[in-house]
């Protein structure tokens, strides 16, 4: 809420989650060269941080180290000013982390069909939760277990059928418009 006297202030940064494959480090960079902001992604982070991609730390580590590093970051990107981050996909399955990223700017959930991601994501060989023969029951699986995460955030934007720039052009002004009401 504002005084009388201040003009309303956007959040700080705009959080990009949902499913792997809607767009949100492509759509992620250009907000980010929109808005002369810094891009983030949570993924390449912990990469660059623990010297080993994502489908290593799954694969040596386990599925729940990698969360851990996920909830450790999201409290550090409490404190991050005019970025724009792109989030892993499951990062939003801790209440914590939801929690922790609403603290720290807007967050949008971006959402795509089960086809259309198996779309986007065919031949990829960095996805270690779709290793498997059938990647859209093994997309339509995941999604189901994550409704619920998914449906807690306040702000949805359906990425079928439109460009990153005009992704980002909704985004940012979902952006100004939450920043008129705060």
Known sequence: MTMPDQKPVAPQNIILCGFMGTGKTTIGQ?????LGW????????????????????FWQDG????????TD??????SWRQAVIATGGGIVLKAENREALTN??????????????AERLAGATDRPLLAGDDPVKRIRDLMAARFIAYKALH????????????????IIAIWKRVGQVI
């Open 30 to 34: 250009v907000i980010a060269a929109t």
């Open 73 to 78: 970051l999201c409290l550090e990107i409490c």
């Open 38 to 57: 810094q891009f983030s992604d949570t993924d390449h982070v912990i990469e660059t941080r623990q010297g080993k991609t994502v489908s290593q730390i």
């Open 63 to 70: 599925e729940s180290t990698f969360r851990q590093l996920e």
């Open 155 to 170: 702000n949805h934007v359906d990425t079928t059928g439109q460009t990153p720039q005009q992704l980002a052009d909704e």
């Open 104 to 117: 720290a700017g807007l967050v949008v959930c971006l959402d795509a069909s089960p086809e259309l991601i």
